[in-house]
């Protein structure tokens, strides 16, 4: 199994297939990626943390949350050193350094969208996202395409709690959510994994030492 604990990365023997499949189709799955008990603190976090909202013009609309023992808990455990060679071995993209995200939710009566697009900026590399809703949603599947072509390259929903989908980011590729429909939201820890500037432990030391 491969998962973030409380504690640790836990790393199992699955990479040379996730590789495989990663080459192949630009994306994989990643079951259970987080460990039920920071699951359980994620929810309650997404439970009393603030939401603003946050349009991205013809891209996208949706709300973020605010709330940053929730976002410095996700980002510490995604930007192990651990975790984060596991992502350079899946993807290939041994460049990578930091991952950096946000925790945003997709509401059906709020009209929120998902357009496609590339993400292929600021140096980012590889894109996840993890479920962070505790019940299943309607919609809201991830969806990759060829620049410039109609078909679909690959359709993944991911609705169960804790799972994560990681994704190539590349001019050639386009990715893009499909609408949220029903009553509840979609919830997601999503971003990417970039290289160039300092990892993420190493900036949280020195932002330490300059308070």
Aim: charged content about 25%.
């Amino acid at each position: 199994m491969i998962q973030l604990t409380p504690t640790r990365f836990v790393g199992g023997n699955e990479i040379r297939a996730l590789r495989d499949e990663f080459q192949e189709l630009h994306s994989v799955r990643l079951p259970a990626l987080l460990h039920p008990d920071v699951m359980r603190v994620m929810v309650q976090r997404l439970e009393t943390g603030a939401w603003i909202d946050k349009n991205h013009g013809k891209y996208g609309k949706e709300i973020i949350l605010d709330d940053p023992p929730a976002l410095h808990l996700a980002h510490f455990l995604s930007n192990t050193h651990e975790f984060l060679q596991f992502i350079r071995e899946l993807s290939g993209c041994t460049a990578i350094s930091h991952y950096g995200g946000r925790v945003y939710r997709m509401v059906p009566s709020l009209d929120h969208y998902d357009a496609w697009h590339s993400d292929a900026v600021k140096e980012r590399l590889v894109g996840m996202s993890i479920n962070l809703g505790p019940r299943p949603y309607l919609g809201g599947v991830f969806r990759l395409r060829e620049k410039g072509c109609d078909e679909i390259l690959r359709e993944l929903p991911n609705t169960v709690p804790g799972d994560a989908i990681l994704f190539r980011i590349s001019p050639e590729l386009q990715h893009m959510v499909s609408p949220v429909e029903g009553l509840e939201p979609k919830t997601a820890f999503a971003g990417w994994f970039q290289s160039g500037g300092p990892d993420f432990i190493s900036s949280v030391r020195t932002s330490t030492m300059l308070e």
